[in-house]
């Protein structure tokens, strides 16, 4: 809050402060991008559902990115999914974002689905995401790590998102 209490509204924005690391998996193809930008993957993160991959978040990143295809086509009842684990405590949950279309295009709450696999490095509390309509074969996930927030009293509500992120897909 600010010293002066007499303010009704105060507004704030965030950002990651310092490095921390995200360990994410697919079901079954992946790229993870931070404010945009595709982070490398030696191995393409192929297949990997039960293993996760961990990437370096660098500080002042604002906007996580993922990318995951279903190699199966997205048939329905498949169970694709995303899941994911951030080392400050963020997981894959209600709070990211998710669309069968792009990172700019249908955007909504993202879905969770029961896959029920555990992830080694992931927390059991996070959820496997995807779309509501399973029959997508690609989905595009994100979860904003800066958000314009107002303080009311004992509560805090997002109110809107930071500007908008180029993504270079």
Same mark, same amino acid.
């Given at each position: 809050?600010?010293? +002066?209490? =007499?303010? *009704?509204?105060? /507004?704030c924005?965030?950002?990651?402060?310092?490095?921390?690391?995200i360990?994410?998996? %697919?079901d079954?193809?992946?790229?993870?991008?931070?404010?945009?930008?595709?982070?490398?993957?030696?191995?393409?993160?192929?297949?990997?559902?039960?293993?996760?991959?961990?990437?370096?978040?660098?500080?002042?990143?604002?906007?996580?990115?993922v990318?995951?295809?279903?190699?199966?086509?997205?048939? +329905?009842? =498949?169970? *694709?999914?995303? /899941?994911?684990?951030?080392d400050?405590?963020?997981?894959?949950?209600?709070?990211?974002? %998710?669309?069968?279309?792009?990172?700019?295009?249908?955007?909504?709450?993202a879905?969770?689905?029961d896959?029920?696999?555990?992830?080694?490095?992931?927390?059991s509390?996070?959820?496997?995401?995807?779309?509501?309509?399973?029959?997508?074969?690609?989905?595009?996930?994100?979860?904003?790590?800066?958000?314009?927030?107002?303080?009311?009293?004992?509560?805090?509500?997002?109110?809107?998102?930071?500007?908008p992120?180029?993504?270079?897909?």
């Amino acid at each position: 809050w600010v010293e +002066e209490l =007499n303010h *009704a509204t105060v /507004y704030c924005t965030r950002s990651l402060a310092q490095p921390t690391t995200i360990t994410a998996t %697919c079901d079954d193809q992946m790229v993870v991008y931070f404010d945009g930008v595709a982070q490398a993957d030696a191995d393409d993160n192929v297949n990997k559902a039960a293993s996760g991959s961990t990437y370096t978040i660098p500080a002042g990143t604002q906007t996580i990115g993922v990318k995951c295809t279903d190699n199966n086509g997205g048939i +329905e009842r =498949n169970w *694709a999914g995303f /899941y994911a684990a951030l080392d400050n405590g963020i997981v894959s949950d209600e709070s990211w974002d %998710c669309s069968s279309e792009s990172f700019d295009t249908g955007m909504a709450p993202a879905y969770p689905v029961d896959i029920g696999t555990p992830v080694d490095g992931i927390p059991s509390h996070a959820k496997w995401l995807w779309v509501e309509e399973l029959n997508h074969a690609t989905v595009y996930c994100t979860r904003s790590l800066a958000q314009l927030t107002t303080r009311v009293p004992f509560t805090y509500r997002v109110i809107e998102r930071c500007a908008p992120i180029q993504w270079q897909v």
